[in-house]
T-cell receptor
């Protein structure tokens, strides 16, 4: 049990749908991250939140919209996605933005866009 | 442009032997390197790290070697056990820079009994 949970674990959506991915951490961490892992590609950092403030957006298309209402929860809102957005979306947390070696990952949400 | 590369997508090793996973990087600003291990249906878990001021870091059966001149690092697992079967990701970051973890594509390690 890593202390980072993600729901749903699997999601299938059409290109016109709107859905949200949820991440929750029970570790008392202050930094949270969204990563994307496409098939045969490295993990790609998407967004970083530190103390509920977004500190990094790695040129992610606007059809992905993060939300961090508090330091324990992180959402990724999805709308009008494309089939190439199908991937494993991983959430992670760390004590703070500098604690990169101690990022704890959730199990991921496997997303399929039809 | 992929800054961290793991050129072997898969590796198969006999139980009890040594497993060697390799990673190459191109960005000379990277000064901290990490290995993560990932089982199916789970997120990656941190395994071991090394700072650029060292060339070796050991933790039990796991040793990471860093060759800065060659921009190469490797993870040695000895002796290999069936529970080591997983995908291993190499990652790097520049502590003085953006501190963004850059991951390799991963190597799937299979330990055969």
């Amino acid at each position: 049990e890593t202390g980072v949970t993600q729901t749903p674990r699997h999601l299938v959506m059409g290109m016109t749908n709107k859905k949200s991915l949820k991440c929750e951490q029970h570790l008392g961490h202050n930094a949270m991250y969204w990563y994307k892992q496409s098939a045969k590609k490295p993990l790609e950092l998407m967004f970083v939140y530190n103390f509920k403030e977004q500190t990094e957006n790695n040129s992610v298309p606007s059809r992905f919209s993060p939300e961090c209402p508090n330091s324990s929860h992180l959402f990724l809102h999805l709308h009008t996605l494309q089939p190439e957005d199908s991937a494993l979306y991983l959430c992670a947390s760390s004590q703070d933005r500098r604690g990169l070696e101690t990022q704890y990952f959730g199990p991921g949400t496997r997303l399929l866009v039809l | 442009d992929q800054q961290v590369k793991q050129n072997s997508p898969s590796l198969s090793v006999q139980e009890g032997r040594i497993s060697i996973l390799n990673c190459d990087y191109t960005n000379s600003m990277f000064d901290y390197f990490l290995w993560y291990k990932k089982y199916p249906a789970e997120g990656p878990t941190f395994l071991i790290s090394i700072s650029s001021i060292k060339d070796k870091n050991e933790d039990g059966r796991f040793t990471v070697f860093l060759n800065k001149s060659a921009k190469h690092l490797s993870l040695h697992i000895v002796p290999s056990q069936p529970g080591d079967s997983a995908v291993y990701f190499c990652a790097a970051l520049a502590i003085q820079g953006a501190q963004k973890l850059v991951f390799g594509q991963g190597t799937r390690l299979t330990i055969n009994p």
